[in-house]
């Protein structure tokens, strides 16, 4: 039976609540807006699958790739669509075009992040992007093995500590199945997602926005029309948050805005990045140096303007590292434009492919401020201190050939 005493010992993969032969185990929200599995002890039988399934219990030894990639999707509409360099969509479209089936994580109709799949190539396009949120998982992987068990080709693409709860869930190897992970910086929490947008939709309502302001029209409804957390209308590296809204005024007319913000100004990324909501796991991931068992690892090629300046630019490029020989083989097959590199290189601008983030007291202050808005909380917490404005201030001005002096002369006068 799992007995949860350390919220860090579970990922929230839901293999343990698929695998019970009871339906004894349940996923239930927790006040930081996590899903933790919860045991009807009086219809447990102690069987102990649930434990054997846990990819935090049964993690699996430390790899290293086969061989590296860039690479790049030669359809640049697609790749435009797409996080970085659009491959996992080639790489979807192969196992579609042979009868198989797509797992991957979308948004729903009230945008919550949960895994579906699909069978279709027109519907691999709410699978593109990436969502800084933790998906929900419900019975996925009992799909996927019965899919598997029909002899269908499978591409399940998640988390690391999402494959390696669906590689403990199987049991075993199927040649049928290609799993593909990201490099995974952390999961942000589902409920801190449903309080930004809440507080997002009040604040478009309450006509503090200068786009959508209205001052003789105070019954406008706002509703989502789509999300991209990484909009690249500014370029690869400058991407930003994108917010299309559908605004109906009193009269029944209804006007699209988009609302666009860098990075470092949104309070939902800023707060992601500041790692202050990130699941209690992901400071101590169970599936770090491809633990997870997946065949291939995809993500951005960050550094790609050091490494290899003469293929970036700047509309995004993944790098693709093939970790098992079923992986290479699948890679083969698809038509991308890719250049050998060696894994050191992606490393050196990729460390979360190695090591978790670190945990921060932050966190526990901005979960104990609760009475506090989102926002209040995340610009209280990332807030610069001045002499941190002082150094980058001085930094951008002359350069970083004067940093270290910075550092040794002008901010050591701050501490007298």
């Known amino acids: 039976m799992i007995h949860l005493i350390n919220k860090q010992d579970c990922c929230g993969c839901n293999s343990c609540v698929q695998c019970c032969p009871k339906s004894c185990i349940t996923m239930r929200e927790d006040e930081e807006g996590f899903l933790y599995p919860y045991v009807d002890e009086s219809t ?5 699958l649930c434990e054997k399934v846990c990819p935090v219990i049964s993690q699996e030894k430390e790899r290293k790739p086969i061989s590296v990639y860039a690479a790049k999707n030669k359809n640049d509409e697609i790749r435009k669509q797409s996080s970085s360099g659009g491959v996992f969509t080639v790489l979807a479209e192969e196992i579609i075009k042979e009868g198989g089936v797509v797992f991957g994580a979308r948004f729903d109709e009230k945008w919550k992040v949960v895994h579906d ?6 519907g691999l396009s709410v699978f593109r992007g990436s969502k800084y949120v933790q998906s929900r998982m419900e ?59 809440s507080e997002e939709i009040a604040r478009q309502c309450d006509g503090k926005n200068t786009v959508l302001s209205h001052p003789n029209d105070k ?7 789509s999300i991209s957390f990484r909009d690249k209308r500014l ?13 109906s005024d009193r009269h029944g007319e209804k006007n699209s805005v988009l609302l666009s913000e ?17 699941r209690p796991s992901c400071y101590a991931c169970p599936a770090k ?10 993500g951005d090629f960050w550094g790609i303007e050091r490494v290899m300046p003469e293929i970036d630019d700047d509309k995004g490029m993944s790098v693709v590292m093939m970790n098992t020989e079923k992986g290479i083989a699948c890679f083969q097959k698809i038509d991308v434009d890719c250049y050998l590199t060696k894994y050191e290189h992606v490393l050196r601008y990729n460390s979360a492919i190695e090591r978790s983030v670190s945990s921060i007291i932050k966190r526990e202050y901005f979960y104990s401020e609760k009475g506090s808005t989102l926002t209040k909380r995340v610009e209280k ?13 001085l930094s951008r001005l002359f350069g970083k050939r004067v940093k270290h002096f910075i550092k040794i002369h002008i901010l050591s006068n701050f501490k007298s």
């Open 44 to 48: 447990c039988v102690n069987c102990g």
């Open 117 to 122: 799949y699909t069978e279709t190539i027109e």
């Open 139 to 197: 019975d996925n992987f009992k799909k996927i093995q019965y899919f598997l068990k029909k002899g269908r080709k499978v591409l399940f693409s998640g988390t690391p500590c999402q494959i390696a709860g669906l590689k403990c869930f199987l049991h075993k190897e199927y040649d049928n199945l290609l799993t593909v992970d990201f490099i995974c910086h952390g999961v942000p929490s589902p409920g801190v997602w449903r309080e930004y947008l």
């Open 219 to 225: 019954n406008r409804d706002v509703n989502i029309e």
């Open 235 to 247: 370029g690869w590296k400058k991407f930003s948050f994108a917010l299309t809204l559908s605004v």
């Open 262 to 278: 860098p990075l470092n100004k949104n309070i939902f990324m800023r707060g992601f990045l500041a790692d202050l909501y990130l």
């Open 289 to 298: 140096c491809f633990k997870s068992g997946s065949d291939i690892t995809i």
């Open 381 to 393: 917490l990332t807030r610069l201190e001045y002499k941190q404005q002082f150094r980058v201030t």
